[in-house]
T-cell receptor
């Protein structure tokens, strides 16, 4: 039982490049989330999903897209990376309802 | 507008003493509150939670107090240990924790041996 895993752990992009961050969970959780953490800013919600095939916008969705084609996976895409998207990205999942969110180890992204 | 506020960016305490981390919120619809702990280069891990129907929840050395009238909660760690040194995030949600959490900016706790 690996919990929540994130791929890759670290990535450097040039401005304008695209990439996809992968989040996978093996706990059969319904809900999945993408956050970004910036210095002094705490965790801010980018997008989330309450079930397979569903997605919804969070607090800071601009510049990102997501897909939840399979229950266990939640993909975060950057179509044209910008330096402002340099951050640490965390994925989380929970069973649903009042369940606790479980976080992955994070992906550190640097956009030059 | 920041709905969850942790006004102390850092806190330093001696090993064995009490650590008190504070959190204020502005949204009166919040009814479920959580504390997460985060070590460097790791994801946040759940520590303790409290529902608005309670004013205290205890788990070992960790106790969370909720004062709904003041829209304030606090996390007490007794006794503090060096391994408690981490960033602590307060989070809140509406509807008993369903869907979204709103996080504070975090407080970095340092426990000195």
């Amino acid at each position: 039982n690996a919990g929540v895993t994130q791929t890759p752990k670290f990535r450097v992009l040039k401005t304008g490049q695209s990439m996809t961050l992968l989040c996978a969970q093996d706990m059969n959780h319904e809900y999945m989330y993408w956050y970004r953490q910036d210095p002094g800013m705490g965790l801010r919600l980018i997008h989330y999903s309450v079930g397979e095939g569903t997605t919804a916008k969070g607090e800071v969705p601009d510049g990102y897209n997501v897909s939840r084609l399979k229950k266990q996976n939640f993909l975060l895409g950057l179509e044209s990376a910008a330096p402002s998207q340099t951050s640490v990205y965390f994925c989380a999942s929970k069973v649903g309802g009042t369940g606790t969110q479980y976080f992955g180890p994070g992906t550190r992204l640097l956009v030059l | 507008d920041q709905q969850v506020k942790q006004n102390s960016p850092s806190l330093s305490v001696q090993e064995g003493r009490i650590s008190i981390l504070n959190c204020d919120y502005t949204n009166s619809m919040f009814d479920y509150f959580l504390w997460y702990k985060k070590y460097p280069a790791e994801g946040p891990t759940f520590l303790i939670s409290i529902s608005s129907i309670k004013d205290k929840n205890e788990d070992g050395r960790f106790t969370v107090f909720l004062n709904k009238s003041a829209k304030h909660l606090s996390l007490h760690i007794v006794p503090s240990q060096p391994g408690d040194s981490a960033v602590y995030f307060c989070a809140a949600s509406e509807q008993g924790g369903s869907e979204k959490l709103v996080f504070g900016k975090g407080t970095k706790l340092t426990v000195n041996p």
